[in-house]
């Protein structure tokens, strides 16, 4: 993997050069980071019954549906400061420029925390340094770019999953140096977005970053829990319909290889997604992925299928197919506003179908999963106090296919939900913001199905090769049968709210057991944070 400097050098050339190439004109493009616990602040907003936004599509550009939102949010608790270090410290950009033709800020990012696993005795630590660039030309032309360098020793069961996959979740490879003790990781990523409105109804968006499809914590079409992608993305807004089509350059860290370009085998995945908002209450839309790899497992080379390229909804399914390299995906995502600023949600995703066998609960013909959810803003008429819970479930062998390499995974992590398949969730989350301070708290429960061996697969791990036999079962939870409980809690203290600089404290608890094992987590963190981003835990 490149190194920090190095993918930086590019974004800012490639920055500089549409800079000064870009028109002006009067569409809005502006990149909003995506962040769970930012985007809890603009709930009261989105899913107001007075507007028919589109909320299942982030990251979000700020409109004027949530523009004032933001702008409160971005000067929470700032007030007039007579010294330049007070005013960067504590209400500005490190850089910021404003003009009539243009914008620019720049910040340098830190995560600074320790930690104790009291089950463990072990001490934990983060030590991270970055940056964070963005800015508009006119209000067609955005970009946003961050960058990390990290350090780290984890809790146990965070670096058993990184020991495992030679992979941060959702970030980047796990370096490895002679001397280094087993249990720090080191590693670095970047994201870079450039943003283009060509009409007020058309954007295009080039860079590495992630994206999420859903109106819950989770999602099972497409999550933002694996690494960011390189991808080219377009979204077209057709009065009530809102149309998204995005494809993307992946890679598999541990298929065997067939050439020397680049560190792995590669794989393209190509999504659609269209959004109807059918009033101001419900909206319903449909979804459809592919992903092909270059090669099959003899190093055979399927050639260009002009359906990949193909903007049109199910296009991707039309194609010869070759030798079963393909992994299609159908499903569908719904909301309806129960009430004003309260919403119930769901998804369902179609992997393997076949109708005259879809209400068997044992039928390798139908592999899927759903979720149902509520959430909302402002409960009991305090603002800013945010609700949501949650049911996700994934049968067996779901996301995974004959080729390894056609798996719904990037690096190893799934697209989708983190458990990856064969497992049943149910989550609550409550956040609470008022004036500096921001609470948030959050409970899980699992059950999932487990190999106790290397050599099984009981369909949760998703890269592994999906061979059905006349033996093969598809009941969630089959196989190891294990349980989850999981935890969380923090509270931070807002320094800077231009970049999220914020005191925080918190606190996890994490128990996993089964017949094998049982083991237990119970931490305190304290740190000084910065930056908008998701970093999950709860796995």
Known sequence: MQNIYSLSFRTTFIIALIVFTSQLSKAQSVYLPNSYQLYQKFNSDIYSVKNSVHTSLRPFLIDSTILHTYDSVMNVGVKDRKTWGGRKLFNEHLFDVKTKEYTFYADYITDLQIGRDFNGSRSTNLNTRGYQIGGTVGNKFSFYTSGFENSAKFVSYYNDYITAGGFVPGQAYARKYTGQARNSQDWSYVTAILSYSVTKKLNITLGEDKMFIGDGYRSVLLSDFAANMPLLKLTADLGPVRYMVAWAYIEDIKQPKFDNFGSNRRKWALFHYIDWSINKRASFGMFNALITPEADNQGNRAGFDANFVNPILFASSLGPGGYQKDNVFLGFNAKYKIFDKAALYGQIMFDRFKGSDFFSGNSTDNTNGWQLGIRGADIFK???LNYLFEYNTVKPYTYSNQQSISSYSFYGDPLAHPYGANFRELLGILNYSVGRFDFQGQLNYAKYGLDATKAENNGKIITKPFIP???????????????????????????????????ELGALYRQEKNDQKNSKNTMIT??????FRNLYHDF
Do not use: D, H, M, W
């Open 382 to 384: 305090v603002k800013r």
């Open 469 to 503: 036999s006349v033996n093969t079962t598809t009941n969630v939870g089959q196989g190891l049968s294990t349980q989850l409980y999981y935890g969380e809690g923090t509270v931070a203290y807002i320094l800077n709210p231009k970049y999220n600089l914020r005191l």
């Open 526 to 531: 304290f740190g000084i944070r910065s930056s």
